[in-house]
């Protein structure tokens, strides 16, 4: 069992290494919706810990910089206010574990700033793991499990309604982080991440229609991209995705700190998505 804490704290550990990384809770059999929410733990097994170079205090800090707080709790609340149930699937660890978002090969451009699949290098650029430190391990143990899950919901989805629409929910910080390799652009209330391929402009222009009363949307900027299992990727059109941004003044004080009022009319906003893609 994880042990889950407030956010405030540091950080906690899963004392039971064979339970799975990550939930899926189930929605209706009939909504094509999957609310991905990668990010917003912050647990890290004993035997994780052990490999990273910070110590509490540090690693404090950077969960507070890296962890979308509080995204599990916007998707859960609008999952209850949906006409349609969506299914969500929510990791349960730390991305200091394993970022279950990045390529886990050479084509990710972040590992150009030591943030892989497996992070060796911090928000500011320090060293969090040993040089020469080996992902294989932590890839196999939690990263490859993950891909498996999510790949297999999406086709659960694509069986079921003929179709899948993968939302993620991200939060990212009002100031730009040193990590960020296209932090100079705008920053605005909510961005939306697209693809070429799996983001249809009707669901970017719902997504931009929903968030409409938390203020203005972006695409793009500062981050980009939407998450698709790999199987899927580029090749089946079934499958759509986005990803939805948060900046995080809009609903929490920054950066770790409590959740704030906004979080309802964001949860509010997310679920008035999800009922016009489910549509």
């Not at 110590?55 to 962890?67: M, S």
């Not at 409590?258 to 679920?271: D, E, I």
Request: charged content about 20%; overall charge negative; some cysteine.
């Amino acid at each position: 069992m994880v042990h889950h804490t407030t956010d405030n704290a540091p950080w906690s550990s899963s004392v039971a290494s064979a339970e799975p990384s990550f939930s899926v809770l189930p929605g209706a059999d009939e909504s094509p919706v999957i609310l991905h929410v990668p990010h917003s733990a912050r647990e890290i097994p004993d035997a994780v810990r052990d490999g990273i170079l910070l110590d509490d205090a540090a690693l404090a800090r950077e969960l507070d910089h890296l962890t979308d707080a509080h995204t599990a709790e916007i998707a859960e609340a609008a999952a209850a206010r949906a006409s349609v149930t969506p299914w969500r699937f929510v990791n349960r660890l730390s991305r200091l574990v394993v970022d279950p978002e990045r390529f886990p090969d050479e084509r990710e451009e972040m590992l150009a700033a030591g943030m892989g699949a497996v992070y060796t290098r911090t928000t500011r650029g320090e060293p969090l793991r040993p040089a020469g430190t080996d992902p294989a391990g932590l890839v196999g143990r939690y990263f490859d499990p993950y891909a498996r899950a999510m790949t297999e919901a999406v086709a659960g989805r694509l069986a079921a309604t003929g179709r899948a629409v993968v939302l993620d929910v991200h939060s990212y910080p009002s100031a730009r982080l040193p990590y960020e390799l296209h932090g100079e652009g705008p920053r605005p209330p909510v961005c939306l991440g697209t693809d070429p391929f799996h983001t249809p402009p009707a669901l970017s222009a719902a997504a931009r229609e929903a968030f409409a009363p938390c203020g203005p949307t972006g695409l793009d900027s500062p981050f980009a991209g939407a998450y698709v299992p790999l199987a899927y990727y580029g090749t089946e059109p079934g499958v759509s995705a986005l990803m939805v941004e948060i900046r995080r003044d809009l609903y929490m004080a920054e950066p770790g700190g409590p959740a704030g009022p906004g979080l309802t009319r964001l949860a509010r906003a997310l679920a008035v998505l999800v009922d016009a893609v489910t549509r």
